[in-house]
Structures are given as structure tokens and as C-alpha cells.
């Protein structure tokens, strides 16, 4: 069936350093793309999303990145911090009022 | 910070037991969604409901129930709980639409002795 997984379960990055966590995609379809943080003993935090129309969309110090040619979704976080450390999930939602699907999570773990 | 809320936030009980997780929610959203994690594992969705007076089974296979009998309200009951029910379990809702996140509530972390 639909997968979403992410090729790094680890990341490690210097506090300062930009952080690139990926997300690959099987099912075409999916038209809605959300990144979570989730923190240790806390529930999943929204941070962005993008559309399927979209090959890009921005934030505050995060940009997510959609190739809908390779199915592949990434979230860079720029001068990374401390309070970033945490698990990041990417989520894919297939069609109207479908499920989201989670990948198995990425742990960002900062040094300072 | 989202308006959704689970207790117990951690609960440890013994073998046989019935439970009940409770999650609740005050932004009028009509789709919830159960799901079970392990640390640092992804997310299973074990039950959802469109709304009131629905309830369907998620794509993991689950020994608990949950009933919608309120808006605001969907809980989760393990008649027996066994060790193999040990978990976090995180409850979602999302008002049901296209292009809408689900907003998570903090969870419920389960150990059965």
C-alpha cells in the first residue's frame, strides 16, 4: 500500500548549521503534505504545510520543498537551535477527507 | 497552542483492567482520530470518526473501542489491558476539510504491569 518514509532516522547538526530532513512519498495522489515536530512527552506540533500545487512554501527559519517528480518532500530549517531538537514527521494526506499517513519520524538532535 | 486535551497524561495499571482515555476538544471539529506510538516510532491510527455517532477502525488493529457521542468528546476503552497495550497514545482532530492540519493533543503515555 501508500508508504511515506524517511531515508534518516538520525540527524545530527552543529547549533548555527542548517538542518535538510527528507521524506519520500509512494502514492502520486497525495495532494497535502504537513511537517510535525514533536518534542519528547508532547503530542505532534504542526510546523508547515504545502500543497500539491506548490513546489516550495516558506516560514520563519523553515522552508518545506516538494519534487512531486521524485515524490520527495524535505524540511530545511535554517540556524538551527537548541529548541529544535526534537522528532519530525512528515504526513501525507490522499483526496478529500482521506487519513494522513505518517512516515516513521526523523530525530534532530542539535550540538552545541 | 490547540485546544485539545487527554487525561490521564500517564497512567499504570495492572494486567486485566479496564481503562478509559478521554480526549476532548473545544474547536467544534468534527473529524478525531485515535493513535497509538511507540517512542520515537511513527504513528498508527487506530480509530477515527467523521462525527457524532461515528466511529471506524484505523489501519492498525486494535483491542480498544471509542464512542462519539458528543462533538467534543471521543474516548478510547481497553476492557482488559495487557502488557502489549503499553503505548503512547495521542488523539487528533481536524475539522474535516481539505487542506487542513490535525492538531494533536499531548497524550496519553500507558504502561500495563
Known amino acids: 500500500g501508500e508508504s511515506v518514509g524517511l531515508h534518516l532516522p538520525t540527524l545530527s547538526v552543529q547549533e548555527g548549521d542548517n538542518s535538510i530532513i527528507n521524506c519520500a512519498y509512494s502514492?502520486?495522489?497525495?495532494?497535502?503534505f504537513i511537517w510535525y515536530k514533536q518534542e519528547s512527552g508532547k503530542g505532534p506540533q504542526f510546523i508547515i504545510d504545502?500543497?500539491?500545487?506548490?513546489d516550495k512554501r516558506q516560514g520563519q527559519r523553515v522552508t518545506v520543498l516538494l519534487n512531486k517528480t521524485v515524490k520527495h518532500l524535505s524540511l530545511q530549517i535554517a540556524a538551527t537551535q537548541p529548541g529544535d531538537s526534537a522528532v519530525y514527521f512528515c504526513?501525507?494526506?490522499?483526496?478529500?477527507?482521506?487519513?494522513?499517513?505518517f512516515g516513521p519520524g526523523t530525530r534532530l538532535s542539535v550540538l552545541p | 497552542e490547540a485546544d485539545i486535551y487527554q487525561t490521564p497524561r500517564y497512567l499504570v495499571i495492572g494486567t486485566g483492567k479496564k481503562i478509559t482515555l478521554e480526549c476532548s476538544q473545544t474547536?467544534?471539529?468534527?473529524?478525531m482520530y485515535w493513535y497509538q506510538q511507540d517512542p520515537g516510532m511513527e504513528l498508527h491510527l487506530i480509530h477515527y470518526?467523521?462525527?457524532?455517532?461515528?466511529?471506524e477502525k484505523g489501519d492498525l488493529s486494535s483491542e480498544s473501542t471509542v464512542s462519539r457521542i458528543r462533538t467534543e468528546h471521543f474516548p478510547l476503552t481497553l476492557e482488559s489491558a495487557r502488557p502489549s497495550h503499553t503505548s503512547q497514545y495521542l488523539c487528533?482532530?481536524?475539522?474535516?476539510?481539505?487542506?487542513?492540519?490535525?492538531?494533536f493533543g499531548p497524550g496519553t503515555r500507558l504502561t500495563v504491569l
Open positions: 470518526s467523521y462525527g457524532v455517532n461515528s466511529t
Open positions: 504526513a501525507e494526506n490522499i483526496n478529500y477527507g482521506q487519513n494522513f499517513v
Open positions: 487528533a482532530s481536524t475539522t474535516g476539510w481539505t487542506y487542513n492540519e490535525q492538531f
Open positions: 474547536m467544534g471539529h468534527d473529524k
Open positions: 502514492n502520486s495522489a497525495s495532494d497535502y
Open positions: 504545502i500543497r500539491s500545487n506548490m
